[in-house]
């Protein structure tokens, strides 16, 4: 093998590598980049979380007083009519 047969050989291997590096580094970004848009949905389903157990905390309240004028209703339809008009 003379010297140039042992170049032309190298080079091909660089070539290949530099492709194959290209390769990796490009996977890498659109690996990151859909790893960064999962976190940021997680971190929006997280605040709509918070959204919804507030307002089921005033749903509970609002279920409460249903329940409490429904029991009134059930015990004395007369006041809890009176109780409507006021």
């Given at each position: ?37 999962h ?6 389903m ?7 157990d507030?307002?089921?905390?005033a ?19 007369l ?8």
């Amino acid at each position: 093998m003379n010297f140039l047969d042992w170049m032309n050989m190298n080079m091909v291997i660089d070539i290949a590598f530099l492709v194959f590096a290209g390769a990796v580094v490009w996977k890498f970004r659109k690996t990151s980049k859909i790893i960064e848009m999962h976190k940021q949905a997680i971190v929006e389903m997280h605040g709509n979380i918070k959204v919804i157990d507030d307002k089921s905390n005033a749903n509970s309240k609002n279920i409460e007083d249903t329940r409490k004028q429904l029991t009134a209703t059930i015990k004395n339809p007369l006041l809890a009519k009176r109780n409507l008009k006021k």
